[in-house]
């Protein structure tokens, strides 16, 4: 399907800083990470070294021609210890900032993506109520400081993520005694934490969480509003759940508990973020695997670039928000694998513009091959490769063909 997107719509790349910057010592992951007997397959170290390189790293995505660059702000470098904010973080992120301004690419901030201070997380992470009020001085602190630079600020990444995470680990019978949960019980004994209160975003009871994590979105939302030259959002991890015969009731269930809940929480904020992957189905016993002989991604789920199309609309109808695509991708070896699945996900977003859909931009997942959480390094989404040991950046065909379509707004 070839068509034109409309004028001004968005062309972007993302990162996140845990996964390129490197170094990120203060944060909770990095204790994980380091840990003996770690659930992660391997540290993420230098990572990209995007601390130190990020403006060759602009130049790159503006050169390929790319007008938006979403990435996060640390918060763990910026509050390493609670009440403590270090202006040098904060200046490093504002020349960052205005290094886009510079070279005329979009900055869309995200002020938290995964990582949280290791302070926060000792103390029960987003499962305390008072995450809310911590997260709204963050917010405040580091709006103050950046705001008059920011386009897009987006609050929190995949606010829904641990809750979707804490139910699929339920559904396969993952719980007390695992892996994951003597981790954790190290990771409090190193942090010199409470045993059991030790709450990454991504490990702990994304049900207790959740309410929280609305809330500080919504007073993020509030914090931020006045003091950001620009719009203010949140991102939704969106998979397309479906039901098949038997599976209704636990779509049902499901669907309000990840996505509903979420969207209706959004009505009214400038825009939502979409970022989706694969589709998610029900059956009568739970979730299902992917179908047999299906094509798999690098991360073991449905190489299924419709997903997209569906999330958009259940986003746009729910929330009534202006809807920015800020992560779709694959992770994979094959390169022409990237580009047929990109195809096929911009050719759901005309569609979706075709029947009156307001969206705004798409942001690929990723700008570059970096660390992929328990994953490591192995997972490869970038549109650009990384020598894990030169550090030296190779845009792949993906980046040219993408790039290409941004320039010309149009597919096909």
Same mark, same amino acid.
């Given at each position: 399907?070839?068509?034109t997107?409309?004028?001004?719509?968005?062309?972007?790349t993302?990162?996140?800083?845990?996964?390129?910057e490197?170094?990120?010592?203060a944060?909770?992951?990095?204790?994980?990470? #380091?840990?003996?007997?770690?659930?992660?397959?391997?540290?993420?170290?230098?990572?990209c070294?995007? &601390?130190?390189r990020?403006?060759?790293?602009?130049?790159?995505?503006?050169?390929l021609?790319?007008?938006?660059?979403?990435?996060?702000?640390?918060?763990?470098?910026?509050?390493?210890?609670?009440?403590?904010?270090s202006?040098?973080?904060?200046?490093? &992120?504002?020349?960052m900032?205005?290094?886009?301004?510079?070279?005329?690419v979009i900055?869309?901030?995200?002020?938290?993506?995964?990582?949280?201070?290791?302070?926060?997380?000792?103390?029960?992470g987003?499962?305390?109520?008072?995450? @809310?009020? =911590?997260f709204?001085?963050?917010?405040?602190?580091?709006?103050?400081?950046?705001?008059?630079?920011?386009?897009?600020?987006?609050?929190?990444?995949?606010?829904?993520?641990?809750? #979707?995470?804490? #139910?699929?680990? =339920?559904a396969?019978g993952?719980?007390?005694g695992?892996?994951?949960?003597?981790?954790?019980a190290?990771?409090?004994?190193?942090?010199?934490?409470?045993?059991?209160?030790?709450?990454? %975003?991504?490990?702990?009871?994304?049900?207790?969480a959740a309410?929280?994590l609305?809330a500080?979105?919504?007073?993020? %939302?509030?914090?931020?509003?006045?003091?950001?030259?620009?719009?203010?959002?949140?991102?939704?991890?969106l998979?397309?759940?479906?039901?098949?015969?038997?599976?209704? /009731?636990?779509?049902?269930?499901?669907?309000h508990?990840?996505n509903?809940?979420?969207?209706?929480s959004?009505?009214?904020?400038?825009? @939502?973020g979409?970022?989706?992957?694969?589709?998610?189905?029900f059956?009568?016993?739970?979730?299902?695997?992917?179908?047999?002989?299906?094509?798999?991604?690098?991360?073991g789920?449905?190489?299924?670039?419709e997903?997209? /199309?569906?999330?958009?609309?259940?986003?746009?109808?729910v929330?009534?928000?202006?809807?920015?695509?800020?992560?779709?991708?694959?992770?994979?070896?094959d390169?022409?694998?990237?580009?047929?699945?990109?195809?096929?996900?911009?050719?759901?977003?005309?569609?979706?513009i075709?029947?009156?859909i307001? @969206?705004?931009?798409?942001?690929?997942?990723?700008? #570059?091959?970096?660390?992929?959480?328990?994953?490591?390094?192995?997972?490869?989404f970038?549109?650009?490769?990384?020598?894990?040991?030169?550090?030296?950046?190779?845009?792949k065909p993906?980046a040219?063909?993408l790039?290409?379509?941004?320039?010309?707004?149009?597919?096909?």
């Amino acid at each position: 399907m070839a068509g034109t997107f409309p004028k001004g719509f968005i062309w972007g790349t993302a990162t996140a800083a845990h996964q390129v910057e490197g170094g990120n010592t203060a944060s909770d992951l990095w204790l994980m990470e #380091m840990a003996k007997d770690s659930i992660f397959a391997e540290p993420s170290g230098d990572a990209c070294d995007h &601390y130190h390189r990020c403006e060759q790293d602009i130049a790159l995505l503006k050169g390929l021609g790319f007008d938006c660059y979403r990435f996060s702000i640390e918060w763990a470098r910026v509050e390493p210890e609670e009440g403590f904010f270090s202006k040098a973080a904060l200046d490093h &992120y504002r020349r960052m900032i205005a290094a886009c301004h510079a070279m005329r690419v979009i900055p869309m901030v995200t002020f938290h993506h995964f990582t949280a201070p290791l302070w926060f997380t000792r103390d029960g992470g987003w499962e305390n109520p008072k995450s @809310v009020d =911590r997260f709204a001085r963050y917010c405040e602190v580091a709006g103050r400081a950046l705001g008059d630079l920011i386009t897009f600020a987006c609050t929190i990444n995949e606010a829904n993520i641990p809750i #979707m995470v804490t #139910m699929m680990r =339920r559904a396969v019978g993952i719980g007390g005694g695992s892996k994951r949960e003597r981790a954790l019980a190290e990771a409090a004994r190193l942090s010199g934490g409470e045993p059991g209160k030790f709450s990454p %975003y991504l490990s702990g009871n994304g049900i207790v969480a959740a309410p929280n994590l609305i809330a500080a979105h919504r007073k993020g %939302y509030e914090t931020l509003k006045p003091l950001i030259d620009g719009k203010v959002g949140i991102t939704l991890a969106l998979n397309n759940f479906q039901a098949e015969a038997g599976g209704e /009731e636990l779509f049902k269930t499901s669907d309000h508990a990840v996505n509903g809940q979420f969207l209706e929480s959004v009505k009214g904020d400038d825009y @939502v973020g979409v970022q989706t992957y694969t589709r998610v189905r029900f059956g009568k016993d739970g979730v299902l695997p992917p179908p047999e002989g299906c094509e798999r991604t690098q991360m073991g789920y449905e190489f299924y670039p419709e997903a997209l /199309e569906a999330t958009i609309r259940q986003a746009a109808k729910v929330s009534g928000c202006p809807v920015m695509v800020t992560e779709n991708g694959i992770g994979t070896e094959d390169d022409t694998r990237r580009i047929a699945y990109t195809q096929r996900a911009l050719e759901g977003v005309l569609r979706c513009i075709a029947d009156g859909i307001d @969206v705004r931009g798409y942001i690929h997942w990723s700008m #570059m091959d970096n660390f992929e959480w328990l994953e490591g390094y192995r997972p490869k989404f970038g549109l650009v490769e990384v020598d894990r040991t030169t550090q030296s950046r190779k845009p792949k065909p993906s980046a040219y063909w993408l790039g290409d379509v941004a320039k010309r707004n149009a597919l096909g």
